[in-house]
């Protein structure tokens, strides 16, 4: 048996949602303990930051560290279709905040805001399994296991999950619902890279469409090493049946696109190949009594924006802004607060998946076209800056993109 403890808030997940939370609320003198599964370092995908996570990292008190790390500074991404590219540079956005962000090797920047929460004073808990969870604000209880099968206990006066694909609580919740997005597939690796310089831009993200299914796409994120992640994303349909294959299907598929080929012509894939499939999902609601949803367990896109690791951050942010006024008994709106400010982001960001995989959106990307002001505020866009309301394609996301498809297919 674990021995028991109590504290104030207790945190379902330590990777960034998580990570930051603590930090945050330590820095508002609150206790926490942080309930985190699996062992860190550990390899995750999602490494490809938006600038916008830069001030999020900054209030939590981790830039400093992440500067430190050596990370593949990132500028900008780069879209390739039938060797046509479209280059959308961060210093070109028309929000305020920082203009770059980086790729970085998850296993190492999630490691880094672990660390920082621990060193800001938060009790971190790895092999910790959550099995059962009460949500009372006041007396709330979470029940988990370690590794060698011991159970123990954390009494708390909110849960905040930020256990991502976990989804811990929307499932012990019953609040779990499917993605409105159709469901896709992914399929991805590392690989020792052996890019010659004039090929690719390693600060840039590289963002391929499929020469002949445009809702097939293929990511190409460099870090400072010489290694690149690289993956493909689209219908399970046109995917799973590469999966199967492993190794050697990835490879086949990367090798359909023949400028992505020739970028990797020298790269050797000595990794291993990972797939997550159906991987978008939903919630109900993203709070209740006691408790609050953050990241990817509450709703998860798609990757091709890099919208992940920003939106589970900010989310965190949000939260504990409000959660600080309801542990200090002061008056507090969480719906105002949190939840409003949270979908405003996500479907934003929904509005360009959405219309990335329908092509509208990439016939914006590669229109000839080229209005600087609309360049700008779609360029704050990817730059992750969905909180913008300066930005009328934040206030009016989906009138204005419609608008802006018409204008470029016509």
Same mark, same amino acid.
């Given at each position: ?48 930051? !938006?600038? +916008? $996570?830069?001030?999020?990292?900054? @209030?939590?008190?981790?830039?400093? &560290?992440?500067?430190? /790390? ?40 999630d490691d880094? !805001?672990? +660390? $920082?929460?621990?060193?800001?004073? @938060?009790?971190?808990?790895?092999? &910790?399994?959550?099995? /059962? ?51 896709? @597939? ?61 190794? @050697? ?49 509450g709703e ?39 939840v409003e ?70």
């Open positions: 048996m674990i021995a028991n403890r109590t504290t104030d808030v207790v945190v379902i997940g330590a990777g960034p949602a998580g990570a930051i939370a603590a930090c945050l609320l330590r820095q508002q003198g609150h206790q926490v303990v942080v309930l985190e599964k699996s062992t860190f370092p550990r390899f995750v995908i999602g490494e490809s930051l !938006l600038p +916008q $996570c830069l001030q999020t990292l900054k @209030a939590a008190g981790c830039l400093e &560290a992440v500067n430190a /790390a050596g990370f593949q500074r990132k500028v900008g991404a780069n879209f390739q279709h039938r060797g046509h590219y479209e280059q959308i540079n961060f210093a070109d956005k028309f929000a305020a905040g920082p203009s770059h962000a980086f790729h970085v090797l998850r296993s190492e920047f880094i !805001l672990a +660390q $920082c929460a621990v060193q800001a004073g @938060a009790t971190v808990e790895f092999n &910790a399994t959550v099995t /059962a969870a009460k949500n009372q604000f006041n007396d709330c209880l979470v029940a988990y296991t370690d590794a060698d099968g011991n159970s123990g206990e954390v009494r708390a006066k909110f849960i905040l999950d930020a256990s991502g694909y976990g989804r811990v609580l929307p499932r012990l919740l019953d609040i779990d619902q499917p993605s409105s997005l159709e469901p896709k @597939a992914s399929f991805f690796t590392h690989v020792d890279d052996g890019i010659l310089p004039e090929d690719h831009q390693r600060d840039a993200t590289l963002i391929t469409t499929h020469p002949k299914h445009r809702n097939v796409w293929y990511w190409l994120i460099s870090f400072a090493s010489g290694r690149s992640s690289v993956g493909v994303v689209g219908p399970p349909e046109l995917i799973e049946p590469y999966q199967g294959e492993g190794m @050697a299907g990835l490879k086949k598929i990367i090798h359909e696109d023949p400028e992505l080929a020739h970028i990797l012509r020298h790269a050797e894939f000595d990794s291993q190949a990972h797939q997550i499939n159906a991987y978008s999902g939903n919630v109900t609601q993203f709070c209740g009594d006691g408790y609050a949803v953050l990241g990817n367990a998860f896109l798609d990757p091709i924006f890099s919208s992940g690791v920003t939106v589970a951050m900010k989310s965190a942010h949000l939260a504990t802004t409000v959660l600080d006024k309801q542990l200090n008994n002061e008056p507090h709106d969480w719906e105002q607060g949190f400010p949270l979908k405003m982001g996500i479907e934003t960001f929904k509005t360009f998946v959405t219309h990335w995989y329908s092509g509208g959106f990439q016939d914006v990307i590669y229109s000839p076209a080229s209005n600087q002001n609309v360049k700008a505020k779609i360029a704050s866009i990817l730059a992750g800056y969905a909180w913008d309301t300066d930005n009328p394609y934040v206030l009016n996301p989906e009138d204005r993109l419609q608008t802006l498809i018409e204008i470029c297919q016509q």
